[in-house]
């Protein structure tokens, strides 16, 4: 504060710009961008992580999106991602993940791109790659769902998959 | 405290002004040194900030497709036609027009030397694109009784492609040749192209792209063979590569100014007086230009671009070799350090300054937002207005993952050997932690082979 008044009592500091250039990046596109979270994989096998994979490399879009669930709670302790696609792409898979740790698997279903892309202030011809990273979300419970079906074969995967698709 | 903040700043600022009396240099080597600043100077220094990105220094410019800074000798030669200098070179009555006509025709004739032609086949424009509509709508629309067709290539300008779609709706027919995956147009499917009614041929000579050179003598030669006018947009050949009307056998060639270190908004066409190629005006006016151009020719621009014509002729060797041994730099710095490096595009034919490479696993334009510090540009669909990936690549048949990967890098005149080291170091640290990043790269990495992948696309 005293050092920015100072510097202004001796004409040192930046000007206002007059103008503010219009931003297509906002400012948290790239802080994600720069300080990526939870970039990284877990070990595909293991039954306690769900992967998610969507989007094509024609598309110029894939996230792959891993999350860690305690079997018991059903609470997404831990989430990895890895994302081929623009900075507005890699920044939505990153807020993903920062978003569905410490949440049950019903309550990250609920994320809409919508929300993804307003954190962001994504421009609308980015929307889509918020709806991926909605997608991957979807498809990481999912597949931890089918996981547990096959390994359990118990009757209340099912419902809950049904929630899923629904 | 107060007042040992104010002394520490006063004392900044006397130091800062015994820096700053030193002239600032043309180059943007300011971003090229690495030299490790204090932080507290880092903080001080202007701190750019645009599109939500913070950087320390104008970034280093390598995009030299896109546009070129003005050769400050160029600039010297344009200034006293605006400021005492400044008739109307149409004015016929008095001295203000009659030096400003003569400095037009001087720069008419340095653009003609250039290029071979003599100074009468040389109308000045407002830019290539301006050129470019002269040429394929002129034509075609003089000629429109007997001449309904027109051939031209997928990998042409925009502003080609859009004048041959306007032909179109009138109902003109365009083939639009494809090209092979070196960007070279196949000289018999130009051959077989070609019929009776055939207007036109154009085909740009060095693509803005991926920089591939055509092979404008032997395209010359077929054109005549048919007797069919041929037009190419050499907007990025002037002055890069040497250019001869005669030998290439070409009617009508677009210029542009600011592509050769000269003034922005100014172009020239070269029409060919023997055998008289013919258009219809698209500029309607008082006549100036041979009636094929009306407007008054502003004198500063042309002056400036006859003045950027004849440095490249005498400067076109010299430049060529530096830039060729910048480019390799450029090309074995980043190959000896990254794998999955392709280069698009014809590596024999092609102009050294324009390097074009795609780099697998990585997206291009997350890779531009890592390279805040170069100013560079990408065929990636995101950084296009709609999301598809350049039509250029496309055509040469890149696999669309790779389209989204590729950066196009300018190098020119006045690109330093620390640009491109900087350059190349910043490169491969963001392709790495791109590919950090990256689940393609990963899924590579484990043995899958991508391309037997179903992906579920929504």
Excluded at chain 2, 399 to 410: K, L, P, Q, V, W
Aim: proline fraction near 5%.
């Amino acid at each position: 504060m005293l050092r920015l008044a100072s510097k202004r009592l001796l004409g040192q500091a930046p000007p206002r710009p007059a103008q503010i250039l219009s931003r297509f990046y906002h400012e948290n596109v790239i802080d994600h961008f720069n300080n990526p979270r939870n970039v990284g994989s877990f070990d595909k096998n293991d039954p306690t992580v769900g992967t998610g994979l969507v989007g094509a490399p024609a598309c110029g879009d894939v996230m792959k999106l891993q999350i860690k669930v305690d079997e018991k709670t059903g609470e997404i302790v831990d989430a990895r991602f890895k994302t081929f696609g623009c900075g507005s792409a890699i920044a939505s898979s990153s807020v993903a993940t920062e978003w569905v740790k410490g949440k049950q698997m019903e309550e990250v279903l609920t994320i809409k791109n919508t929300e993804i892309a307003k954190h962001l202030s994504l421009p609308p011809v980015k929307l889509h790659c918020s709806m991926l990273a909605e997608d991957a979300i979807k498809a990481a419970v999912k597949d931890y769902q089918t996981k547990r079906a096959k390994v359990n074969g118990t009757p209340d995967a099912a419902p809950v998959e049904q929630a899923a698709q629904a | 405290m107060a007042s040992k903040l104010l002394a520490s700043s006063c004392r900044r600022t006397l130091a800062r002004t015994a820096n700053t009396s030193a002239p600032r240099g043309i180059s943007t080597a300011a971003g090229a040194a690495v030299v490790a600043p204090t932080p507290e100077a880092f903080e001080d220094q202007g701190v750019v900030t645009v599109k939500g990105v913070k950087i320390s220094a104008r970034p280093l410019y390598l995009d030299m497709q896109a546009t070129s800074p003005v050769d400050p000798r160029v600039l010297d030669a344009m200034l006293p036609y605006y400021l005492a200098r400044f008739g109307n070179p149409h004015s016929r009555t008095h001295l203000y027009g009659w030096e400003s006509d003569s400095a037009v025709e001087t720069a008419r004739s340095q653009v003609a030397d250039l290029i071979g032609a003599s100074p009468k086949e040389i109308v000045f424009t407002s830019g290539a694109t301006e050129s470019n509509n002269i040429s394929i709508k002129g034509v075609m629309k003089f000629y429109k009784e007997k001449k309904r067709h027109v051939v031209t290539t997928q990998t042409e300008h925009k502003c080609v492609l859009d004048s041959c779609r306007h032909l179109q709706q009138e109902g003109f027919e365009v083939t639009y040749l494809p090209v092979g995956s070196d960007g070279i147009v196949d000289l018999e499917k130009l051959r077989s192209a070609i019929r009776p009614d055939t207007g036109l041929v154009s085909v740009m000579a060095v693509n803005n792209e991926i920089g591939v050179i055509q092979p404008m003598e032997e395209i010359g030669k077929i054109c005549k063979e048919f007797n069919v006018p041929f037009h190419t947009d050499a907007a990025q050949a002037l002055g890069k590569i040497p250019i001869d009307v005669e030998k290439w056998n070409v009617s009508l060639m677009s210029l542009s100014g600011h592509k050769i270190y000269g003034p922005k908004g100014v172009g020239a066409l070269f029409m060919r007086r023997r055998p008289r190629i013919r258009v219809e005006p698209q500029m309607n006016g008082g006549g100036q230009e041979r009636g094929i151009r009306s407007g008054t020719v502003p004198t500063p621009l042309v002056v400036g671009m006859g003045a950027a014509c004849e440095l490249a002729k005498k400067e076109m060797k010299y430049d060529d070799k530096r830039i060729r041994a910048l480019q390799e730099r450029l090309l074995k710095g980043i190959k000896a350090k990254l794998d999955g490096v392709v280069v698009n595009g014809s590596i024999e034919r092609r102009y050294a300054g324009n390097l074009n490479l795609s780099f697998a696993y990585v997206e291009g334009e997350s890779l531009l937002m890592g390279l805040k510090d170069v100013a560079v540009s990408s065929g990636s669909a995101c950084t296009s207005a709609s999301l598809e990936p350049s039509y250029v690549l496309r055509a040469l048949g890149v696999d669309e993952d790779m389209a989204h990967t590729s950066i196009r890098f300018g190098i020119g005149r006045f690109t330093t050997e620390a640009e491109i080291d900087r350059a190349v170091e910043l490169t491969v640290q963001q392709v790495e932690k791109l590919r950090e990043m990256s689940p393609l790269y990963e899924m590579v990495k484990e043995g899958i082979d991508i391309k037997q992948i179903q992906w579920a696309q929504h």
